[in-house]
């Protein structure tokens, strides 16, 4: 019955876990699966699953194979352990060896899956490490490119960790086999192992001393490159003169300690020459790589800081500089003395004429106040875009009007996910104009969206926007209702291409687990030319669809020439490997917006485009997603023509040039010219000055579209330089 038992118990664990994590993976994965081929980007689902496989198996049977191996050797002369059953001092019964080495068989195949699948998370490392493309720059210290630091370090460090971890894991799987055993215990008179359990121990800690010899050379050096023990980031004169050789002294009495521990099994004196080999790793590793340097950094750099890091800082200036694209900004002197004339104004009229008489926020709560029309309405964020409108260039704010199904009357599933389905145009004004009433001027407004002006308003259902959080049936026997028009409603039916279709019963028996709706399953409404829009917020789309790229906080929407929405997300290629590089808040080292994301309202389609073909890391992803990123000249004029300079990237370029300005190592030092970003006080907050204005540049020819802010001395408020990012 024993067998029977035990099968049936087992039988049952297995499919509590099939039910648990295997069938909601695999419904996920089906998801997924029809999702992104509706994008048509299967290719990112599927290197990301044959990669992630690849690094679980491999990590898997690894860790299974060490630990295992360790267990059998451990388990040679295992003797019955006693066991407590029934009254605690009865010690009478012994547990059987079978039942021990079965647990511990189970823990390591449990373990050996836990760090698979933390081994599998690091998939988008692993092809950096695969694909990558030289940066074409060196690093001045190691003298290694660049890409070293952001490819291959990461992955090095990874793989030495792994062992160093399987190695002190074994050793304790060992160490508590054989005291389980005998063959090692401790009593308060003796201690004592046996020769298989000291040979066995010993061996183990002669590999870790190894290990920790190798993650000194091959991780431990090169992470020198990220130190703060100067005033800056990246090695400082400590670093190179006395941590750089201590770590090479460290590696030494790593290997020494090593040759200890086996001459010791040699001997037959394991214990005492163990202990040795500690001692001596643990004292040159604190002489050689804390309390050296730390004496020379204030005994003999603090004094005369400067002299001493005048090289480094250089090498910190220039690689931040080099980092965050400050290298590349033209400088140019601009006469603040001059006197304004009517012929300046004349000569300057596109600049005058868009003069901003509006700001963002306040024109967001009157959109919303005489625009909105229905309460399911909400307009998300205004934006500043310019277009040529009859004739001329104008700047103007654009706010999309999107559907809030958490404001709709009535929240039933025919409501939210069948007939209300997707929000509606968008509202359109000048920045220099107001009416009399003190109201902006509206050049396309109402439902359904008219427009004053040349800007058409073809398609302005917007089915993929900011608010579109839930999932839409569309084609299905519910109307699907478009706009309100009096007292009246005008329904649609959606004729795009986007969405996955229904199909038969397996498919819509998935999506219905999927989306954990049984009305999904059952609705009669809902049949096998039905498509369900889903993941239709934009920035989740772009994210899940790219998932190798960092995404900017301020998606906007652009109107093409046939009159259809589209919206642009900027997107960086971002490393926090750069070295000597300054860090901002979340550690990144190096930032391009490599990536322009277009996804249309309406269809729902994700298109990326390379705008800046040069940057390495967009390079490399391209090489490990072949055909997913598109070349900028592929992508339409009428959108180019609305490409602008990203706000997050300015903000971080401004803020870290109020400072990078200075190249020269002893200006940065005393920081003798440092600069600061005025800031206004708005809605209780203080926001750094910033604006996207048109203007005609000085020596320039036609007024343009730029972002700008201004630049003060620290603590003054006076105009020292003024930073512009040309969008045109």
Same mark, same amino acid.
């Given at each position: ?25 695999? &419904?996920?994965?089906? #998801? ?9 980007? !299967? ?15 491999? $990590?898997?049977?690894?860790?299974? $194979? ?67 493309? @030289? ?14 630091? &952001? =490819? ?21 799987? #060992? ?14 008179? !003796? ?51 006395? !941590?750089?050789?201590?770590? +090479? ?25 163990? #202990?040795?080999?500690? #001692? ?34 250089? +090498? ?76 001329? =260039? ?36 000048? &920045? ?7 109201? @902006? ?58 969405? &996955? ?14 989306? !954990? ?143 990078? +300005? ?25 926001? $750094? ?40």
């Amino acid at each position: 019955m024993r067998p029977a038992g035990r099968s049936t118990a087992l039988v049952i664990v297995g499919g509590v876990l099939a039910i648990l994590i295997v069938f909601p993976a695999l &419904v996920r994965f089906g #998801a997924s699966w029809l999702w992104f081929g509706e994008l048509g980007f !299967r290719t990112i689902l599927t290197t990301e699953i044959a990669t992630r496989a690849v690094l679980f198996g491999l $990590a898997a049977i690894v860790v299974f $194979a060490v630990l295992y191996l360790n267990l059998r050797l451990a388990r040679r002369y295992q003797r019955p352990i006693p066991a407590i059953v029934g009254d605690i001092n009865d010690l009478t019964q012994r547990m059987p060896v079978e039942a021990l080495t079965r647990l511990s068989s189970v823990g390591v195949v449990v373990l050996s899956l836990f760090i698979g699948s933390i081994a599998s998370s690091g998939w988008l490392s692993v092809l950096q490490f695969l694909h990558g493309v @030289p940066f074409g720059v060196v690093d001045p210290v190691l003298g290694r490119d660049v890409g070293f630091y &952001v =490819y291959r370090l990461p992955v090095i460090s990874g793989v030495v960790a792994l062992f160093s971890s399987l190695t002190v894991l074994s050793l304790l799987v #060992a160490v508590a086999t054989y005291f389980t055993s005998g063959d090692i215990g401790f009593t308060p008179h !003796r201690k004592w192992m046996t020769r298989p359990a000291s040979v066995h121990v010993a061996t183990l800690l002669a590999v870790f001393f190894v290990l920790a010899a190798v993650q000194i050379w091959l991780v431990g050096v090169p992470m020198l490159l990220y130190a703060s023990t100067g005033p800056f980031n990246g090695a400082s004169f400590t670093d190179v003169h006395t !941590r750089l050789p201590g770590l +090479h002294v460290s590696a030494v009495a790593a290997l020494a300690a090593a040759g200890l521990v086996v001459l010791g099994l040699t001997r037959r004196k394991s214990t005492p020459y163990t #202990a040795a080999a500690v #001692a001596l790793y643990a004292a040159v590793s604190f002489l050689a790589r804390v309390a050296v340097p730390a004496g020379v950094q204030k005994l003999v750099v603090a004094p005369t800081e400067l002299t001493r890091e005048r090289p480094y800082l250089t +090498h910190h200036i220039a690689a931040t500089r080099t980092a965050w694209g400050l290298d590349s900004v033209q400088t140019r002197e601009v006469n603040a003395e001059q006197v304004l004339t009517m012929r300046d104004i004349q000569e300057n009229g596109a600049t005058i004429e868009n003069v901003r008489l509006w700001d963002r926020e306040p024109l967001l709560q009157t959109f919303g106040q005489i625009q909105e029309i229905r309460t399911y309405y909400d307009f998300v964020s205004v934006d500043d875009d310019r277009y040529w409108i009859d004739g001329r =260039y104008r700047q103007v704010h654009l706010s999309p009007r999107e559907l809030n199904v958490a404001s709709l009357p009535t929240r039933s599933f025919i409501n939210e996910h069948l007939t209300f389905t997707h929000g509606m145009g968008f509202t359109l004004a000048p &920045v220099n104009q107001v009416t009399a009433e003190g109201l @902006p001027v509206l050049f396309v407004k109402d439902l359904p969206p008219a427009s004053s002006v040349s800007i058409p308003t073809t398609r302005p259902q917007i089915y993929f926007g900011e608010l579109t959080s839930s999932y839409a049936i569309v084609n299905t026997k519910q109307r699907e209702f478009d706009y309100p028009a009096g007292e009246a409603n005008v329904f649609t039916a959606y004729e795009g291409t986007g969405g &996955v279709p229904i199909g038969g019963l397996f498919r819509r028996s998935l999506l219905a687990w999927h989306f !954990r709706s049984l009305k999904l399953l059952l609705s009669g409404d809902i049949t096998a030319e039905s498509r369900i829009l889903f993941r239709r917020g934009i920035v989740e789309r772009a994210a899940q669809a790219l998932p190798f790229v960092r995404l900017d906080s301020d998606p906007y929407l652009v109107i093409n020439d046939a009159g259809e929405l589209k919206w642009v997300l900027d997107a960086y290629t971002t490393t926090r490997r750069y070295p000597y590089a300054q860090p901002v808040a979340d550690g990144t080292t190096y930032t391009r917006n490599s990536v322009k994301i277009v996804i249309d309202a309406y269809h729902g389609t994700v298109r990326a485009f390379i705008a800046e073909p040069k940057d390495p890391l967009v390079r490399t992803w391209a090489q490990a997603f072949p055909g997913i990123l598109m070349p900028l000249d592929s992508m339409p004029q009428d959108l180019r023509a609305h490409l602008r300079y990203p706000e997050d990237l300015f903000r971080v370029q401004a803020s870290l040039y109020t400072a990078y +300005h200075m190249t020269g190592p002893d200006e940065f030092y005393h920081r003798e010219d440092q600069w600061q970003i005025p800031v206004l006080g708005q809605n209780g907050q203080e926001n $750094a000055f910033m604006r996207r204005i048109v203007m005609r540049l000085p020596d320039e020819a036609r007024e343009e579209f730029i972002f700008m802010s201004p630049f003060t001395p620290r603590g003054k408020d006076n105009l020292a330089a003024w930073m512009v990012a040309r969008n045109d």
